[in-house]
Nanobody
Framework: QVQLVESGGGLVQAGGSLRLSCTAS????????MGWFRQAPGKEREFVGA????????SYADSVKGRFTISRGGTKVMVYLQMNSLKPEDTAVYYC?????????????WGQGTQVTVSS
């Protein structure tokens, strides 16, 4: 069982930046494909981006491409989502997820989420 914990959410003005972090209580995350998802009020949860096990490949939703960056920490126990040029439509609960396979959108473990609110 992998228990993921997100942190770093908060309130920011449009155009600002936030960095979200995801950890599994010190457990290495290098064996998992790591993804970020978000869910806005009244909407379905949507894919934001993912990083491969080795960290060499990332993918992003078109809505965040060029503004968000996913990376792995050097200690291999952290995954980050750097969010720049934030827009009010980025407001959502953001979830970190781990996938035992290095492909697909069927993730096995999920965090509880962290709220991101972007004011206009």
């Amino acid at each position: 069982q992998v228990q993921l914990v997100e942190s770093g959410g908060g309130l920011v003005q449009a155009g600002g930046s936030l960095r979200l972090s995801c950890t599994a209580s010190g457990r290495t995350l290098i064996n998992y494909r790591m993804g970020w998802f978000r869910q806005a009020p009244g909407k379905e949860r949507e894919f934001v981006g993912a990083v491969s096990r080795a960290g060499g490949m990332t993918s992003y939703a078109d809505s965040v491409k060029g503004r968000f960056t996913i990376s792995r920490g050097g200690t291999k126990v952290m995954v980050y989502l750097q969010m720049n040029s934030l827009k009010p439509e980025d407001t959502a609960v953001y979830y970190c997820a781990a996938n035992v396979r290095d492909y697909g959108l069927d993730y096995d473990y999920w965090g509880q989420g962290t709220q991101v609110t972007v004011s206009s």
